[in-house]
């Protein structure tokens, strides 16, 4: 995946999200692998394969990794500060294993803290049916300042279709009436995602 040029707006919020204990951001898999004490070289297959040998061999494993998920399930936290568009997909990525389109909007408040968590939509294998009152009308009744828009391509290809053009357009342009900024808007695929802000059409 491309490296994107982060918007002014990512820069502010990342600003305010404590630093990692660990530097592990873009390491290769078999160095996060090392990292939990299995050394495995650099060319041990796929880390599919890496982790059900593993799992074999150790069962903190399969615990690590139920773990993970169930943490990536959790609604973000209230009162919690949204970083870049790479930590709303990472928090997100789980809704690459759903077989439909899910969309969720995050509420924030002026400081940009999370207020809460909405799935607005569920739709087809390739759609979701998307209308800004119904994005909005959460917002508006809890005050937000801004939002963050959040969905997923079952297909595993993240790359924004005309559509998720249109609709984040129609979005921003509805905030702008409501005085809400739309922040982003992050589509999720399979190990990969895309930005809206990232690309400039925020």
């Known amino acids: 995946m491309k490296k994107r040029k982060s918007t002014d707006h990512s820069e502010v919020i990342a600003e305010t999200t404590p630093p ?15 990292i939990l004490g299995f050394e495995v070289g650099k ?5 599919h394969e890496l982790l059900k040998h593993l799992q074999e061999i150790d069962p903190r494993i399969e615990a690590l990794i139920e773990l993970t998920q169930r943490y990536l399930k959790t609604p973000l936290p209230e009162g919690q500060l ?15 294993d759903l077989k439909q389109e899910h969309f969720i909007v995050v ?21 979701s049916i998307v209308r800004p009152k ?8 809890q005050g937000a ?7 997923n391509h079952p297909s595993g290809n993240s790359q924004m279709s005309p559509q998720d053009i249109d609709v984040t357009q129609r979005l921003r342009e509805s905030g ?12 999720v695929g399979n190990n990969s995602y895309t930005s809206l802000a990232d690309e400039g059409f925020l």
């Open 20 to 34: 990692c204990l660990f530097n592990i951001r873009g390491k290769p898999d078999h160095e996060l692998l090392e």
């Open 43 to 47: 060319h041990r297959g796929s880390i």
């Open 82 to 96: 949204l970083g870049c568009s790479h930590d709303i997909f990472q928090h997100y990525q789980y809704l690459r």
């Open 107 to 127: 509420l924030l408040n002026n400081k940009y803290q999370v207020q809460q968590e909405i799935t607005v939509s569920i739709g087809t294998h390739n759609r």
């Open 134 to 141: 119904e994005v909005f009308a959460e917002a508006i009744k």
């Open 145 to 151: 300042a801004a939002i963050v828009c959040v969905h």
């Open 176 to 187: 702008q009436l409501l005085d809400i900024k739309l922040l982003d808007h992050v589509i």
